[in-house]
């Protein structure tokens, strides 16, 4: 085999490589539960909150669904969107710090909503969508402790919080950051979560809207076009040589 070849292969084997390592990381970087969209301004109004629960197994099917809002900075005036195939029960809780508005006084707020009756097949996802009248104004995230049951009777708790610095835990929390309102970047009442398919969706598809994905998926062209520059050059080095 000519040294031209040799090195043509190596390069296009190390860019297959890299790109592979980076498809993986994009499959599991888009795994866990998330909330759509990522961020909201302070004290937001009349909004929507879209959670994607993916199905992780390939031997059973996710049937059972529940999601924890909290209560020491409260989701007000929570409706829950109906889903086809889905039972929804919603639980409300008295507060222990009432929150005052403009039209009244609110004691109780939803601190849980629990999805049953439908099934999540492997490779497989689902959204979740719960309208709110209300977002607190005296926090920076939100987190929604989520647990999300399989056929087979595992359950799996996604219920980590990520410290400062930190790196991501393994069943992280569904987070949704709360912006200043000069400075928000959410998405619209209008965005993906409310225009999402009711139907199941691959996971691949899922994963094509994960900001991590994407940014591995960027990482990867990169990596690829040094491998095709490395063999550009070991060929013209090749030729130098042999003129």
Do not use: C
């Amino acid at each position: 085999m000519s040294t031209t070849r040799l090195a043509l292969r190596r390069a296009g084997l190390g860019a297959v490589l890299a790109a592979a390592a980076v498809l993986t990381a994009a499959g599991v970087a888009s795994a866990h539960v998330t909330v759509h969209p990522e961020s909201y301004a302070k004290g937001a109004a009349d909004g929507l909150l879209s959670f994607r629960v993916p199905n992780e197994e390939d031997t059973a099917s996710t049937t059972k669904v529940q999601v924890f809002l909290p209560t020491d900075h409260p989701v007000l005036g929570v409706l829950v969107h109906p889903k086809d195939g889905w039972t929804a029960k919603v639980t409300t809780t008295k507060l222990k710090t009432p929150v005052k508005t403009d039209d009244g006084t609110i004691t109780d707020a939803v601190s849980e909503i629990t999805w049953t009756g439908g099934k999540i097949g492997a490779g497989q996802y689902e959204d979740f969508d719960v309208a709110f009248g209300r977002l607190p104004d005296d926090a920076d995230q939100l987190a929604f402790k989520t647990l999300q049951t399989y056929s087979d009777g595992k359950t799996v708790r996604w219920i980590e919080e990520t410290a400062p610095g930190a790196d991501e835990p393994e069943n992280p929390a569904p987070v949704l950051k709360l912006t200043a309102a000069a400075d928000d970047t959410s998405t619209s009442p209008t965005s993906e979560a409310s225009t999402a398919s009711p139907k199941s969706t691959t996971v691949a598809s899922a994963g094509s809207s994960d900001s991590t994905a994407r940014g591995l998926g960027v990482a990867g062209l990169v990596v690829g076009v040094l491998g095709l520059a490395a063999a550009a050059f070991a060929v013209v080095r090749t030729r130098s040589t042999r003129s």
